[in-house]
Nanobody, 124 residues
Framework: QVQLVESGGGLVQAGGSLRLSCTPS????????MGWFRQAPGKEREFVAA????????YSADSMKGRFTISRDNTKNTVYLQMNSLKPEDTAVYFC?????????????????WGQGTQVTVSS
């Protein structure tokens, strides 16, 4: 059974930083594209960022660009989401996803595996 396990969420004040991690269990994901999505209460899931197996990145709208950075360490089989200058509107459950293709995509329907999510709460 393939599982993605997210960690690193928590409560942080506005302007603070968090680094989320995603580690798959059951197999190596070094050749897969990986993505981060988030879902705030009462809102639809939205794309945050994605990364190819070789490190090519794809980011969502400008509001996150420059504040969030996705990276991966294939030797550790781990994907990261560094989040800086956090805002209360970044409060959401953040999900890690894996795609059985090398190219990243912003479409959630094209990912094959999902984690359970980690809560990020940003206080004002």
């Amino acid at each position: 059974q393939v599982q993605l396990v997210e960690s690193g969420g928590g409560l942080v004040q506005a302007g603070g930083s968090l680094r989320l991690s995603c580690t798959p269990s059951g197999r190596t994901f070094s050749s897969y594209a990986m993505g981060w999505f988030r879902q705030a209460p009462g809102k639809e899931r939205e794309f945050v960022a994605a990364i190819s197996w070789s490190g090519g990145t794809l980011y969502s709208a400008d509001s996150m660009k420059g504040r969030f950075t996705i990276s991966r360490d294939n030797t550790k089989n781990t994907v990261y989401l560094q989040m800086n200058s956090l805002k209360p509107e970044d409060t959401a459950v953040y999900f890690c996803a894996a795609r059985r293709l090398v190219a990243p995509t912003s479409r959630g329907s094209e990912y094959d595996y999902w984690g359970q999510g980690t809560q990020v709460t940003v206080s004002s």
